[in-house]
């Protein structure tokens, strides 16, 4: 059974960084397209970044780049993602997900995982 279970978020203060953890079990992680989404109070979930099956190409949404990296351990089977530069508004609940039957990106995700919470604020 696939699970995802994401790590690393808390409290930081604006221009701070937090790295994100996903650790997915139950697949082969080489197989899949992963991505990291995230979901503010009051707004709709939204994809903030995509990474292939082989780490050859990356997607980010315009609000993360150049402050967000995504990267990837196959061999561990970890996502992860970097937040460098934070804002205030960057504060919600991130989520990995994974896209069983999708190599590259953009990809069709069937799988989250629970979350984690971020919040930016002096």
């Known amino acids: 059974q696939l699970q995802l279970e994401e790590s690393g978020g808390g409290l930081v203060q604006p221009g701070g960084s937090l790295r994100l953890s996903c650790v997915v079990s139950g697949i082969t992680l080489d197989h899949y397209a992963m991505g990291w989404f995230r979901q503010a109070p009051g707004k709709e979930r939204e994809e903030i970044s995509c990474?292939?099956?082989?780490?050859?190409?990356?997607t980010y949404a315009d609000s993360v780049k150049g402050r967000f990296t995504i990267s990837r351990d196959n061999a561990k089977n970890m996502v992860y993602l970097q937040m460098n530069s934070l804002k205030p508004e960057d504060t919600a609940v991130y989520y990995c997900?994974?896209?069983?039957?999708?190599?590259?990106?953009?990809?069709?995700?069937?799988?989250w995982g629970q979350g984690t919470q971020v919040t930016v604020s002096s």
């Open positions: 997900a994974s896209a069983p039957g999708s190599y590259l990106c953009p990809a069709n995700y069937g799988y």
């Open positions: 990474i292939s099956y082989s780490s050859s190409m990356t």
